[in-house]
């Protein structure tokens, strides 16, 4: 990990990883009361441009209703039950607002990573939107987000917004032009699916400058090699039994 790395290393993925529904405050809180540092969620615009929390195009598989987020607007999505599909003990817990994750992370002192994940046809209104959100939200005395995407028109958009914020860009392969990709984003980090990191890659990217990133990994052992390598922090749906290295790799 490198010195100039200002996030925690272990962030809780969708929340609180598998531990609690995906992308729930619940989720949120679970992985502060575990002792995890930091945690990624994603969001996307309502029909009404507000931002919530929610991984898919539609509300299908998280909540108890259907249709496509880009369709639904706030209200209508707030009503939704997310807990009850996945994990029927947090029945109840509501789909929640970008602001209101924003809010109880700042309380809790939790670093996030924002993806940005917007539904097709949003890209650049959704990378506006939350990166004037974040910008709003976290004040200069609180560690602002690490915002993320794989939609380099969000990220665009997010830098033309607020061209002070710290942006990553994600990928699930590891493309060759991806240093250049990045320094043409103004990416600081490149986050990418654990499977396609090698140590290799890993030197190499950081020699380039940026930040190493993988998701999703849940083996602590397998961990241990990723901080040998020199990654700077991992997503895991297991924050209960991935910690954070205990010394920094050289
Ligand atoms: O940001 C890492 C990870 O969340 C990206 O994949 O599909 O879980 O949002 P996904
Ligand atoms: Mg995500």
């Not at 729930?24 to 309502?46: K, N, P, Q």
């Amino acid at each position: 990990m490198r010195a100039d790395w200002r996030w925690p290393s272990v962030f809780a993925h969708r929340g609180g990883g598998a531990l609690a529904p995906e992308n729930t405050l619940a989720g949120i809180r679970l992985a502060a009361a575990i002792g995890c540092a930091a945690v990624e969620f994603d969001v996307m615009l309502s029909a009404d441009s507000v931002p919530v929390l929610i991984h898919d195009d539609t509300v299908d598989r998280t909540t108890n209703g259907c249709g496509r987020v880009s369709t639904l607007n706030a209200a209508q999505l707030f009503r939704l039950d997310a807990g009850c599909v996945r994990h029927p003990a947090f029945s109840g817990e509501p789909l929640p607002a970008f602001e209101a994750a924003a809010r109880l992370c700042i309380a809790l002192g939790l670093a996030a990573n924002v993806e940005i994940k917007p539904a097709p046809g949003h890209e650049a209104v959704t990378g506006q939107v939350v990166a004037e959100m974040v910008a709003r939200l976290w004040s200069e005395d609180v560690k602002a987000p690490l915002l993320s995407s794989f939609s380099e028109t969000a990220l665009i958009a997010a830098r033309s917004a607020v061209p002070d914020l710290s942006l990553g860009l994600l990928v699930e392969r590891i493309p060759e032009d991806a240093v250049a990709r990045c320094r043409r984003l103004g990416c600081i980090s490149l986050h990418a699916d654990a499977s396609e990191w090698t140590e290799a890659q890993i030197r190499e990217t950081k020699a380039a400058g940026l930040f190493v990133l993988g998701y999703t990994e849940n083996d602590p052992v397998q961990a241990e090699q990723w901080w040998a390598a020199g990654a700077d922090a991992l997503v895991t749906d297991r924050p209960d039994v991935l910690k954070a290295p205990k010394l920094s790799a050289p």
